[in-house]
């Protein structure tokens, strides 16, 4: 395939993810491990929300591209890493730890920010994943420390489904994560708009979550093409 094909590739793929997403699920391309130009294919595109998960590549990619993306950090992040991309990131939706949001409050605020972060909740079965069980967001949330984070604004949780074939796994997590948003937004933030994102859905999986009340999916391969590790 030559580079003006692979390029077209992207941009009808982009519209073939994006045509089949109902209005109001907002659509976080994963960028992960593509370079910059495959960004750039689907900024000219439209696109301005993009997903890394890897500091100093992300860093790297928001040094070349447009100012203008919205960068989401999607992947396990370490506290020693969090001060990187505290001046710029739009949302870090992968805090699975309260040691990381203190972090998150306290770099932000040295940048005279507020960040957008979502709590990962770790749901499925398999056991390498991250993220906050559901009785440990309870915990989390009824410490009450995170109200007096002034830098940082929990928008909602995400989350990642069993990497299964058996849908009914899938929609079963799916609708376990959409429950729990349903009781912390009701006990913790019926009053606060900003609480409103149910970030679930991978190429894989995306038109389940959307079924299951996903509000944000995040697909790489379905528009990118297969990763090379
Ligand atoms: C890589 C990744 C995705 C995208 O996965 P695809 O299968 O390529 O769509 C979504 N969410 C997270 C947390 C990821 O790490």
């Known amino acids: 395939m030559n580079s003006s094909n692979m390029e077209n590739d992207i941009k009808a793929r982009l519209r073939e993810v994006l045509g089949s997403?109902?209005?109001?699920?907002?659509l976080v391309a994963i960028s992960k491990f593509h370079p910059a130009?495959?960004?750039?294919?689907?900024?000219?595109?439209g696109q301005r929300v993009f997903g890394e998960s890897h500091e100093q590549e992300l860093s790297k990619k928001f040094e070349a591209l447009p100012k203008d993306i919205r960068w989401h950090f999607i992947g396990h992040l370490q506290t020693n890493k969090v001060r990187f991309i505290a001046p710029?990131?739009?949302?870090?939706?992968?805090?699975?730890?309260?040691k990381l949001l203190r972090e998150i409050n306290k770099q932000a605020a040295r940048c005279g920010r507020v960040i957008?972060?979502?709590?990962?909740?770790?749901?499925?079965e398999e056991a390498t994943k991250y993220g906050f069980t559901p009785d440990a967001c309870r915990q989390l949330l009824a410490g009450g420390e995170?109200?007096?984070m002034a830098n940082v604004r929990i928008c909602g949780l995400m989350m990642m489904a069993s990497f299964v074939d058996d849908e009914s796994q899938i929609r079963a997590e799916f609708t376990r994560a959409a429950d729990f948003f349903d009781e912390v937004k009701?006990?913790?933030?019926?009053?606060?708009?900003?609480?409103?994102?149910?970030?679930?859905?991978?190429?894989?999986d995306?038109?389940?979550?959307?079924?299951?009340r996903s509000t944000m999916v995040r697909v790489g391969t379905a528009i990118f093409g297969p990763r090379a590790y």
């Open 21 to 26: 997403l109902p209005p109001g699920v907002g």
């Open 37 to 45: 130009e495959c960004i750039a294919e689907a900024y000219e595109a």
């Open 88 to 98: 710029y990131i739009s949302m870090i939706e992968s805090v699975d730890s309260l």
């Open 116 to 124: 957008d972060v979502l709590l990962e909740l770790h749901i499925a």
């Open 146 to 148: 995170w109200r007096d």
């Open 186 to 204: 009701q006990e913790y933030f019926a009053s606060d708009d900003a609480f409103c994102e149910r970030s679930w859905g991978m190429s894989h």
């Open 206 to 212: 995306y038109g389940i979550a959307v079924e299951c």
